[in-house]
């Protein structure tokens, strides 16, 4: 058969299959889309939160050896 010939209702048939297919890739993106979003949040909220200790961790050791440096002065 050529591609005049092809049957209308079978024609129709591959376009609603292709257009399935369209619209299962288009949910399964946007469920993976909606996962990722919220995976980065996560990830930004214990960035913040690693960013905080880091700076306290740093400005307790930096007191230590302020006053280690104070009591080898006062020795």
């Given at each position: 058969m050529s591609e005049l010939e092809k049957d209308p209702s079978t024609e129709l048939a591959a376009l609603e299959a292709k257009l399935d297919a369209l619209i299962a890739q288009y949910q399964l993106t946007k469920s993976e889309n909606k996962s990722l979003k919220v995976k980065q949040d996560a990830l930004v909220k214990e960035?913040?939160?690693?960013?905080?200790?880091?700076?306290?961790?740093?400005?307790?050791?930096?007191?230590?050896?302020?006053?280690?440096?104070?009591?080898?002065?006062?020795s």
């Open positions: 960035k913040a939160k690693l960013l905080e200790k880091t700076t306290l961790a740093k400005a307790r050791v930096e007191a230590m050896i302020n006053r280690l440096k104070a009591m080898e002065h006062d």
